[in-house]
């Protein structure tokens, strides 16, 4: 009877594992060995509620469709446990690379090496990772000499001298404080440039609105804003419009969106430091086919640069990049 | 069957007992983490500073013949000299000169590098702190992809941009150097690719490596 139980057992366990195997293997690969459909590409996206992400997510998805890809749009919604489903399913569903773009530096390691574990390579767009050995490579915006020319100006405009708020991004996104610390690292410098509020309103323009207008309640008489990203600048702006003071305030921003770009044209921001959202998602889309065609050969992390945009040479620019892009 | 139950029941207490007596950790992710508790941006900045810059100093260019290159032909400047650590539209590069200095300001001198001494071609950095990447950029000898995240990269750079100030700059002041004094100098420079024959390359920022009077 033992015998017989342990019989049942070992043929329970190699059934098991049988379909396990099924499941882990890829559809181009089951049957003859051909080709039956297009390769996927998913593009996992940290969230699609702010139109920057939109731009980045769909100039990857795109440029996969172009390069002969079925490619699929994945919304992490800044949830890494949402992103940890999409990668499982991702997994599962027989993804042949993944361009991605991280909600947390530290928390999405384990999505990225879960996926290079199944053979998947992962390509890091703009937001960073922070390992260099599991992803291929990381096209990463350079956040922090970014914002060191955006402290520049800053200064100059202020005269080096006022107060001003800070509004910073996603807490545990490296983004939010590389931006941060390249901005201090010019104005802290100057001692009569006061920061009377730093506070988080997680690249969201409705949080900082209301963040603003609380921080306002507080210290109405300030001089500027540097806001982590253009959303919050926005909402920023859209604080400063509601409280009456958005022609003695200046508001900083950071991403190149089309709307933060529209009101520097119109003078009502003063700088953003333009991104490439569209240049950053085609390298990767691009990068993820040569890893496919056989290059291995790729750096870990490439920063692209950020560019100063100001009243003075906004004409050289449009949303999310150069005019010379198009 | 009464033994096999009896099996099952005493493997399950020593599964339940092994799985809450070890814990397992990925190596990379302690790899990782102590990696990140040993880092210091200053101990790097140091060792860069008095151990491995000045092995690259003699790559460095003369200011003169990079300039002249700039206006005629950028993409060449670029090609032969100049360096970034990823994608930019602004390249650093590693030079070296002397000249007169004409007029010293708060946070910088201006110097002219050739004749006649009336117009300043070069302005030199001597304020008491120095934003950027020109000297970690220009080297070439830092790699951002051997950094786990760039903030560290980005430290480094804050580091030995402190080590100018204090071992080049304040020393430097300390001679009380004077319009008409002739300096040499090693340095780096940011210069952005986009307007090739522009006058704004006649006036090229520079963060000191050495700066000596003559």
Known sequence: MARKLFLFIIAVLVLTLFTFECKRKRPEQVGDGKPKSKKKIAVVISTLNNPWFVVLGNTAKDRAEQLGYQATIFDSQNDTAKESDHFDNTIAGGYTAILFNPTDADGSIANVRKAKEANIPTFCIDREINSNDVAVTQILSDNYTGCVEIGQYFVKKMNKKGRYVELLGILGDNNTWNRSKGFHSVVDNYPELKMVAQQTAEFDRTKAMEVLESILQANPEIDAVFCGNDAMAMGAYQALVAAGKADKVMVFGFDGAKDVIDSIHDGKIIATGMQFPRKMARMAAEQADEYIKGRRDFPQKVPVAVELVTQENIDKYTAYGRQSEH | ?214
């Open chain 2, 1 to 214: 069957m009464k033994k096999a139950c009896k099996y099952a029941i005493a493997a399950v207490i020593i599964a339940f007992l092994v799985y809450y007596s070890v814990y397992f950790e990925n190596l990379e992710d302690i790899k990782e983490q102590r990696r990140k508790e040993t880092f210091s941006a200053a101990e790097y900045a140091r060792d860069f500073w008095d151990n491995q810059l000045f092995s690259v100093l003699d790559k460095a260019v003369d200011v003169q013949k990079l300039i002249e290159l700039f206006n005629t032909d950028m993409n060449e400047a670029i090609k032969k000299y100049g360096k970034a650590p990823g994608v930019s539209r602004v390249f650093a590069y590693l030079i070296k000169g002397n000249g007169t200095i004409l007029t010293i300001a708060e946070d910088f001198l201006e110097v002219s590098i050739r004749e006649p001494q009336t117009n300043p071609d070069i302005k030199i950095t001597t304020g008491l702190y120095i934003p950027g990447n020109a000297v970690r950029d220009a080297s070439g000898l830092v790699d951002v992809s051997d950094f786990s995240d760039t903030m560290k990269f980005n430290e480094i750079s804050s580091e030995i941009n402190k080590i100018v100030v204090k071992e080049v700059i304040r020393p430097f002041l300390d001679k009380k150097p004077q319009a008409g004094n002739t300096i040499r100098f090693f340095g780096a420079t940011q210069v952005s690719q986009d307007a090739t024959g522009a006058k704004e390359y006649q006036l090229v920022d520079v963060v000191p490596i050495r700066l000596e009077l003559e």
